[in-house]
């Protein structure tokens, strides 16, 4: 089995972890386990790492049980990168087919330039931290399209009526049992739809430019960028056929990323000087044969960390990983 | 181009945080409920004033409750509110969310310190069936002299089930407030 057919493996690993994920948060509820924002399995809790720190600077005490059940997407983040988007996030599960079948088709519209900045999701999450504290509560909480999609059932009254109706006649003697009739508060729903028509427009556009909770698992990843596990782009052995940057879902420019770093290497600079070479000259005869001092070089650049979220669709569209090695 | 690079960087954080910003602020300063609106907690809740902050609205205290006596607030409750977890059924002092709860919102409390609300009799609309009277598991309400049920302010604890037998529709003639809830103080070192 070559590199290509075990990213395939992966690849559908991670949509039938998706799968699973989502029904979890979004029906597993029925059976008291939770939301994204926080889940019991298995007795233990999972929380939102951004939740939690929201929590923490308002509460402005440290709330143990909390902060420790945020720990395990917080380290797995540090070794991982943003593997949340891609295998969990209910929202990334919801928009994946929808931006696949519609990148599939070529309907993509594409975004205006203004909106095309990934720094944006950065702005977004100081405003919202900002906010939190000001208000003192944690605000992204009620818009977050994330934990919005994962309480799409939650009874907002116990007949599953809305609070005016609620409060004129009090719940029923009998107790109901799962009420699927209540619907999100207006904002979550519409930030919900708002991810949904940015996807039409570029693939996981909400993902890369706009969510504060992406922009947090980026920070931890760009903290621990080289202590991390990242997927690599074999620069040695590329025919620069930009498969992997037309595939990628977070719209990674990896070709020309990997090239510039290679390129502003002191190292590469070094190896041209001493094949008498220039440095384009250089990685044009790497195409053709191989390097060794190259590909050493090559090997330190990953993918952007603080933006890959781990899905393999690269690797497995790559054709030098299909036909071999 | 590095500083073309920067000031594109600068004016997207900048932006997005303003932007942002501006959409919390206004949209909680214009959601605001128009007068006071009495949301009853779940037991062990921290006083109001911190709740909000303490609470990740994460839904769970909501789903393991038994009786379904939980509901979520919505934006007419105010933008502050949503998400928040509000009492409108019958508790029946399991614990299940204070024990399901993970952000310390709700905390553990003995049956002694259980006081979530207080009832309040309707007398127009009181039918005299006792259905009240009978059912109360803190014995707080009795036959007064004249022939209404009477509440024991000391003995309520809110717990809501009359609420929830009263026959009366469609308003009920027993309702419980959440004046007088003893709530879990927070103490503020910062």
């Given at each position: 089995m070559n590199r290509a057919q075990r990213a395939r493996i992966y690849r559908y690993i991670r949509y039938l972890s998706l799968a699973l994920f989502f029904s979890l948060f979004v029906f597993g509820l029925a059976f008291g386990l939770g939301t994204v924002c926080s889940t019991a399995i298995f007795g233990y809790s999972y929380s939102c790492p951004f939740g939690v720190f929201q929590q923490t600077l308002i509460v402005r005490l440290v709330t143990l049980g909390l902060v420790v059940s945020a720990l395990l997407i917080v380290v797995l983040t540090l070794f991982l990168g943003r593997f949340f988007c891609g295998w969990i996030c209910p929202l990334g599960a919801a928009l994946t087919p929808i931006g696949g079948l519609l990148s599939r088709i070529k309907k993509q519209a594409g975004l205006p330039n203004f909106l095309k900045n990934r720094d944006t999701k950065y702005g977004v999450l100081l405003g919202s931290v900002v906010a939190a504290v000001i208000l003192a509560f944690p605000v992204w909480c009620i818009f977050c399209p994330v934990g919005g999609i994962s309480k799409i059932f939650t009874p907002i009254g116990v007949a599953g009526t809305n609070f005016t109706i609620a409060a004129i006649t009090p719940p029923p003697t009998t107790p109901t049992i799962f009420t699927p009739t209540s619907v999100l508060p207006i904002i979550g729903t519409s930030v919900i739809l708002l991810a949904v028509a940015l996807e039409v427009g570029e693939r996981r556009a909400w993902c890369r430019y706009l969510c504060p909770l992406g922009a947090t698992f980026g920070l931890l990843a760009g903290l621990s960028h080289k202590i991390g596990w990242q997927i690599r782009m074999p620069m040695d052995k590329t025919i620069e056929c930009g498969l992997c940057v037309r595939n990628c879902p977070m719209g990674i420019p990896i070709l020309d990323q990997t090239r510039a770093k290679i390129k502003a290497d002191s190292e590469t600079e070094a190896l041209a000087k001493k094949m008498g070479l220039t440095k384009e000259q250089l990685l044009v005869k790497a195409r053709k044969e191989p390097i060794p001092e190259l590909k050493k070089i090559a090997n330190?650049?990953?993918?952007q960390s603080t933006e890959c979220i781990k899905c393999f669709t690269c690797v497995s569209v790559c054709p030098i990983y299909k036909t071999g090695k | 181009m590095s500083k073309g690079m920067g000031r594109r960087r600068f004016l997207a954080l900048a932006g997005g945080g303003i932007l942002s910003f501006l959409v919390y602020y206004l949209s909680d300063s214009s959601i605001r409920p128009a007068g006071k609106i009495d949301l009853m907690r779940p037991p062990g809740a921290v006083e109001e004033s911190a709740f909000g902050g303490a609470c990740i609205r994460c839904q769970r205290c909501i789903y393991v409750c038994p009786t379904q006596a939980l509901r979520s607030a919505t934006i007419s409750d105010g933008l502050s509110k949503v998400f928040t977890p509000v009492l409108e059924g019958e508790c029946i002092q399991c614990w299940k969310c204070i024990q399901a709860c993970p952000s310390g919102a709700l905390r553990q409390i003995t049956l002694e310190e259980y006081k979530v609300g207080n009832a309040v009799l309707n007398k127009p609309l009181c039918i005299k069936c006792y259905i009240c009277v009978a059912n109360c598991p803190f014995n707080a309400i009795t036959i007064a002299d004249d022939k209404f049920p009477a509440v024991d302010a000391k003995k309520c604890t809110g717990c809501r089930k009359c609420v929830v037998l009263c026959p009366v529709r469609p308003v009920r003639a027993i309702t419980v407030s959440s004046e007088g809830a003893k709530r879990i103080k927070v103490v503020r070192i910062i």
């Open positions: 330190k650049y990953s993918i | -």
